[in-house]
Structure formats: C-alpha cells, structure tokens
C-alpha cells in the first residue's frame, strides 16, 4: 500500500486525499490551520460567495422589488447578521469536508509541514511538539496568498486583503481597491451593491486583464451603473493610513508629467493577485527547486524535482483556480495509481462572480491573433431573449469564436445572468471539438438563458441569429 502525505487541506489538497483513499492509498492530510479547506472555503471563494449573493439580494430588494409589485417599508442592512451568516455557510462546508476525510479514512494531522529530507516530513504542532512522517509520495497542495508589497504598507486594519475585506461588520461608506481582477471586482461589486462608494484603480487599459474583451468592457458598464468608478492607466505611488482613513497617491501609469491625486478612503483593499505558498516547506532539503516566480517546478506529470514528490493548485504554474486544483489532485492520485488521466488546461473556464457574472473557455481572440490562427466571431445579446426580459437581467453578451474554415469552436465567452453555469455547455463541446454548427443545432429550452449560446453559435455559423 502506497503511503501518501499530503501538504495543505484546501480543494486541491483535499480532493487528492479523496481519490487517493478511493484508489486504496494510505493517505495523510497535513493542515497548519485548525480547519479544512484551505483559502477557497475559509477566506475565498465560499465566504465570497456567500456575501456576493447575500448583497444581491440586498441591492435587488431596495432597486427593483417595486417593479415586481413588492413593496417594503423600512429596508435596512444589518452587516452583522450578514457576516455571521456567511461565517456559518464556512462552517457547514468545512463540516462536510471533515466528514469525507472520516468516510475516507484519511488521517489529520494540524500542524505545519516542513522536509526532513527525500521521504520525511516534520510537522510542528500547536503545542511546539514535533510528528516525524515518513511517506512514500507526497502532493504539495500549500495553496497561494494575496501579494502585499512593502510600499502599500499592508496593516491588516486600515489597508486589507480579501481576508479582512470578509470580516468587516461594519459598513464602510468609501473603499479604494488596488486592482480591477477578479477578487477585486467581486468584493468590489459586494460592498458597492451595499452602498458603499467603490473606486477601482488598474495599472492596465482594461479590466480583467486575460479574459475577452469584449465581455470585458461589458462588466464594466454594468459595474459602473452599480456606481463603481474605474481609474485605468492609473499607477500607485504609495499607499498609507491613519488611525480611521486610508491614504492612496496615484498618477497616470504612463505619462510622466502627470499630476498626483489622492484618494482617501474607510479601507484600501489590496487586490493585485496572489503568490504561492511555499515558505516555512525547506524544499531545498529534499531537492524540489522553484522557477523564477517561487512556483514549484514540475513536469507534464506534475512530479516536482524530487521524483516522489508532487505539486498541485496555486503552488504551481497555472491559473489559480479551485477547480484547477481539483483537477491536477485527482491527475496525481491516478497517475500515483498507475493510470493515464488527462487535463486540458485550455479548457479550464474562468469565472468572476459579479452580477451579471462572467465566464469564459478556450481562446480569445487576442490569443488566436498571437498565433496567427484565422477565425470568426458570433455574438448575441442578453436583452434580445425572452427570459431575460422576464427577469430583467438585460446586460450581457455571448460570444462564440471558431476556426474560420473547419468551423470548430475555440472560444465561448459570456458575460450575463448565470454566465458561470452557462459555461459549461460550452466546456463541454469544446472538449469534444464541436463545431458552432453543432452547438446551433442542439435544441435549447425556451424561455433560457441557454439560448443566447444558439443564437450566438448561428451569428458565428453563417450570420443567422433568428432574434437578433
């Protein structure tokens, strides 16, 4: 039996103890923190999620209730019950995960792992004692954290991460936010739908750098008619606080003469990315080595330097994705097991959880530019469908982008109401190398917001949207 210790309890770490148990392992999951489940449940993408839905139906009850013929009368927000909900939604998730480590008879220990040397670990607990495990495989699964550089004078009160940014029980009337990716419009898009005044700073052109632009520039309207306000093209200077206002200096990211302007704001959240996780490991002592942005290095087998030693998630190379994660544990569980499974890391869809949320899979067109590939375009709007109107999420598109003369689809891009669960018809067609012919040939169900992706693959097909 294959002893197998695993480095980090977040959707990666986790998941790979599942499969691993599944496939007849002896696995042990290593957790510093005192709760499973990583960065995604505890400070990430379920708390987020849990405030971005809470805030919706806030914004919606005070916006357009009255439009449905409901009528309230004293609408108010009671920011500490949304916490403590949102804290609870944390709790019933990090119970189901100690319950499949139970049902998998996967070993815990908390504590924080470090290599001994090729095949030990030590692990120090909370008490400061120490656990020596020896193992036969071993999956880093150490996650990522925000990037905070020095000059923005990071305190945790004042100047704050997505971590505080979870935790504020009391409503900020202004917040600056230092990046316009998908951490910073999301929590952006939470405290602006609550009445915050929200100002988003971005070194670059555009927001969400990486994703179609086109969908892109329509989030933007939509966020800005949420009262959003976007500083592009904008660098900061220096970042500082005094004991109740953050202070932000920027200027124009590329024209020298540019004039100073502050900003002063309740909190400045940091939101320029994340950077993995490996500090305190001592991989050096078991042989694994880091490329040149601390990521460890692995090969197509995800086998990090140390042959016996796998790495996975934000540690690595890659989108830093929950459900990227997932994938690459259940990749090294199988490949430890003697199998041939397959990730096509094109086909991994990003989402930003906004409303209306954004997603997209395979290709964007500046991708398909860089590589001299010829293509066309389909594109249909949200307000054109029937359901849409029904429920009054008139913004958004789709976009389906194929290969000018085999048709295939090599890039879907959405920006709508429930964009990020529409996504998947397109993963999965792209994964089967479908042509728009085909995805305007399956019959879509009416009234759906499904039936934007028809109408946008007959655009790109032959231009014969039927409502458009």
Not at 233 to 249: F, H, I
Not at 252 to 264: F, G, I, P, T
Not at 268 to 274: D, N, S, T
């Given at each position: 039996?294959?002893?197998?210790?695993?480095?980090?309890?977040?959707?990666?770490?986790?998941?790979?103890?599942?499969?691993?148990?599944?496939?007849?392992?002896?696995?042990?999951l290593?957790?510093?923190?005192?709760?499973?489940g990583?960065?995604?449940?505890?400070?990430?993408?379920?708390?987020?999620?849990?405030?971005?839905?809470?805030?919706?139906?806030?914004?919606?009850?005070?916006?357009?209730?009255?439009?449905?013929?409901?009528?309230?009368?004293?609408?108010?927000?009671?920011?500490?019950?949304?916490?403590?909900?949102?804290?609870?939604?944390?709790?019933?998730?990090?119970?189901?995960?100690?319950?499949?480590m139970?049902?998998?008879?996967?070993?815990?220990?908390?504590?924080?792992?470090?290599?001994?040397?090729?095949?030990?670990?030590?692990?120090?607990?909370?008490?400061?004692?120490?656990e020596?495990?020896?193992?036969?495989?071993?999956?880093?699964?150490?996650?990522?954290?925000?990037?905070?550089?020095?000059?923005?004078?990071?305190?945790?009160?004042?100047?704050?991460?997505?971590?505080?940014?979870?935790?504020?029980?009391?409503?900020?009337?202004?917040?600056?936010?230092?990046?316009a990716?998908?951490?910073?419009?999301?929590?952006?898009?939470?405290?602006?739908?609550?009445?915050?005044?929200?100002?988003?700073?971005?070194?670059?052109?555009?927001?969400?750098?990486?994703?179609?632009?086109?969908?892109?520039?329509?989030?933007?309207?939509?966020?800005?008619?949420?009262?959003?306000?976007?500083?592009?093209?904008?660098?900061?200077?220096?970042?500082?606080?005094?004991?109740?206002?953050?202070?932000?200096?920027?200027?124009?990211?590329?024209?020298?003469?540019?004039?100073?302007?502050?900003?002063?704001?309740?909190?400045?959240?940091?939101?320029i990315?994340?950077?993995?996780?490996?500090?305190?490991?001592?991989?050096?002592?078991?042989?694994?080595?880091?490329?040149?942005?601390?990521?460890?290095?692995?090969?197509?087998?995800?086998?990090?330097?140390?042959?016996?030693?796998?790495?996975?998630?934000?540690?690595?190379?890659?989108?830093?994705?929950?459900?990227?994660?997932?994938?690459?544990?259940?990749?090294?569980?199988?490949?430890?097991?003697?199998?041939?499974?397959?990730?096509?890391?094109?086909?991994?869809?990003?989402?930003?959880?906004?409303?209306?949320?954004?997603?997209?899979?395979?290709?964007?067109?500046?991708?398909?530019?860089?590589?001299?590939?010829?293509?066309?375009?389909?594109?249909?709007?949200?307000?054109?469908?029937?359901?849409?109107?029904?429920?009054?999420?008139?913004?958004?598109?789709?976009?389906?982008?194929?290969?000018?003369?085999?048709?295939?689809?090599?890039?879907?891009h959405?920006?709508?109401?429930?964009?990020?669960?529409?996504?998947?018809e397109?993963?999965?067609?792209?994964?089967?190398?479908?042509s728009?012919?085909?995805?305007?040939?399956?019959?879509?169900?009416?009234?759906?917001?499904?039936?934007?992706?028809?109408?946008?693959?007959?655009?790109?097909?032959?231009?014969r949207?039927?409502?458009?």
């Amino acid at each position: 039996m294959i002893n197998v210790a695993i480095i980090g309890s977040g959707p990666g770490g986790y998941v790979a103890a599942i499969r691993c148990a599944q496939l007849g392992m002896q696995v042990t999951l290593i957790e510093k923190y005192p709760s499973l489940g990583g960065t995604c449940l505890n400070v990430g993408c379920i708390p987020s999620k849990a405030l971005l839905d809470s805030s919706e139906h806030f914004y919606k009850a005070k916006h357009s209730f009255s439009d449905h013929g409901i009528l309230l009368n004293d609408l108010h927000l009671d920011m500490q019950k949304l916490i403590s909900r949102k804290d609870a939604v944390i709790s019933q998730n990090v119970k189901g995960i100690e319950y499949l480590m139970k049902k998998n008879k996967v070993h815990i220990i908390h504590g924080i792992a470090s290599f001994k040397n090729l095949n030990t670990l030590s692990i120090t607990k909370a008490d400061q004692s120490i656990e020596e495990l020896s193992f036969d495989k071993c999956i880093l699964a150490t996650g990522s954290k925000p990037i905070t550089p020095a000059v923005f004078n990071y305190d945790k009160k004042k100047i704050i991460t997505s971590t505080e940014a979870l935790q504020i029980t009391t409503l900020p009337k202004s917040m600056t936010i230092i990046g316009a990716g998908v951490i910073g419009l999301e929590l952006g898009s939470v405290f602006a739908r609550l009445g915050t005044q929200v100002d988003v700073i971005e070194y670059l052109d555009r927001i969400l750098a990486g994703m179609d632009l086109d969908c892109a520039k329509e989030l933007q309207k939509s966020l800005k008619n949420l009262g959003i306000r976007f500083h592009l093209e904008r660098s900061v200077t220096s970042v500082a606080y005094t004991s109740d206002k953050s202070q932000v200096l920027l200027k124009h990211a590329s024209k020298s003469n540019d004039d100073l302007k502050e900003m002063v704001s309740d909190y400045c959240l940091i939101a320029i990315g994340r950077k993995p996780y490996t500090e305190g490991l001592q991989l050096q002592n078991a042989g694994i080595q880091l490329d040149q942005k601390n990521k460890v290095i692995v090969n197509d087998k995800l086998q990090t330097t140390c042959e016996n030693v796998f790495a996975i998630g934000d540690v690595i190379d890659g989108p830093m994705l929950a459900h990227k994660a997932e994938e690459e544990g259940v990749f090294v569980a199988e490949i430890l097991a003697g199998q041939m499974p397959h990730i096509n890391y094109n086909l991994i869809p990003g989402v930003v959880y906004t409303w209306p949320e954004m997603a997209g899979v395979g290709y964007t067109e500046d991708q398909l530019v860089a590589l001299s590939r010829n293509y066309k375009v389909g594109k249909f709007p949200f307000k054109a469908l029937g359901r849409a109107r029904a429920s009054a999420d008139l913004d958004g598109i789709v976009k389906v982008i194929c290969d000018s003369k085999t048709d295939e689809i090599l890039g879907v891009h959405i920006v709508g109401a429930r964009a990020a669960d529409l996504i998947m018809e397109a993963v999965s067609l792209l994964e089967f190398r479908a042509s728009a012919e085909d995805m305007a040939r399956i019959s879509h169900p009416h009234p759906t917001f499904s039936e934007a992706l028809k109408e946008a693959a007959l655009d790109a097909t032959a231009k014969r949207s039927i409502h458009n």
